[in-house]
């Protein structure tokens, strides 16, 4: 199995509960809360140790937030490298209202990183990384990083001669990519942002996919349509995989169980259209749990049992080149 690491510049600390009603200027008497470690890449490697994989966590933290991060993944037996910062690891908050049965959900901006910090952060990176290794580099920027920080991972893995998969948003994405990835997993908004477009349809995404792939340096674009599934797309294919139907609790971490799956999946040799199966199975897997719980080992290996014996369906909706 290849080695995968996964790089997360702004964890989090997901601090849940509820409470049976929520009215302004009134205290609210909250329930026994619920922390989870957050933040993209640590969700990924959350999710290749539910898959029996290994990985290495690499996240920038300090502060009391900091330790207990820590403390949690040693919990959940994730092999960590932390990158010391002065500022606290955020905590975000949602809170369930019992009576209608709605999520707030407040997510917070992360500590203020300073050029020391996030320059060491590539240094350790740099020395982590060896040839055929499968790098993550998944979420959001601090504030304080420059907004060609994933570009220059990607300066790094290309030196290194690792894979880069980049999930993030915004400028930091259209920056990343424009330096070079092996792998881009956007949906449909994100593609429009890296396309420099407001919206894609449906009916308009082949042949934006497919000049998007000619003219940037990235060699595989996996396209996540929520509940519609995925597309693949390379110089040479293009492949839709459709989602099964599931009974569905929450769609918070699908994208990055669908990232982590798809990884797994490379990491241990599989295809091309293998692994956007085994990555939708994962999404779709992570919809069947509650709140911010990710994807279940055994709902992906009944859900990719039945993408695999199900491509018929597959094939059929498959989209010519
Ligand atoms: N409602 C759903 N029903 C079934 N599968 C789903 C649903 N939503 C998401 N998925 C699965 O998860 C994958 C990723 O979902 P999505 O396209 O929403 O990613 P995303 O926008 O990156 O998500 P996130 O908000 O977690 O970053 C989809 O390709 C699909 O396999
Ligand atoms: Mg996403």
């Known amino acids: 199995m290849k080695k995968i690491i996964t790089l997360t510049v702004n964890p989090a600390i997901d601090k849940s509960t509820s409470v049976a009603g929520i009215q302004p200027n009134s205290k609210l008497r909250c329930e026994v809360p619920i922390y989870e470690p957050g933040g993209g890449g640590i969700n990924v490697s959350r999710v290749i140790n539910e898959l029996g994989g290994i990985s290495l966590c690499m996240y920038m933290a300090g502060g009391p937030a900091g330790n207990h991060l820590r403390d949690m993944l040693v919990d959940l037996e994730i092999l960590q490298q932390v990158i010391p910062i002065a500022g606290w690891v955020r905590e975000n908050l949602a809170v369930t209202d019992t009576v209608n049965n709605q999520q707030y959900r407040f997510g917070m901006p992360g500590p203020l990183v300073n050029e020391y910090e996030w320059k060491n952060t590539l240094r350790q990176l740099e020395s982590v990384l060896s040839e055929g290794d499968l790098l993550v580099a998944s979420g959001s920027l601090c504030p304080g990083m420059p907004v060609d920080f994933f570009a220059q991972v990607s300066k790094i893995a290309k030196k290194e001669k690792a894979k880069l998969i980049l999930d993030t948003s915004g400028k930091a994405l259209i920056k990343g990519a424009q330096a070079g990835v092996y792998l881009l997993k956007p949906n449909l908004g994100e593609l429009a942002t890296l396309c420099g477009v407001k919206t894609i349809s449906f009916l308009d995404v082949e042949s934006v996919a497919k000049d998007f792939i000619r003219n940037n340096p990235c060699e595989v674009l996996v396209i996540s349509l929520g509940s519609q599934g995925a597309l693949l797309v390379t110089n040479e294919v293009f492949e839709y ?59 992906v290996e009944e859900l990719n049992e039945w993408i695999v014996s199900n491509t018929d369906a597959t094939t059929k909706m498959k989209i010519k080149a």
Not at 242 to 252: D, R
Not at 278 to 299: H, I, R
Request: glycine share 12%; proline share 2%.
């Open 241 to 299: 995989v459709a989602a099964p139907i599931v009974y569905q609790k929450s769609t918070i971490g699908a994208g990055d169980s669908m990232v982590a799956g798809m990884v797994f999946a490379l990491a241990h040799g599989k295809s091309m259209t293998d692994m956007v199966k085994y990555g939708v199975a994962c999404g779709t897997a992570a919809t069947m749990t509650e709140g911010t719980q990710l994807c279940k080992k055994k709902d």
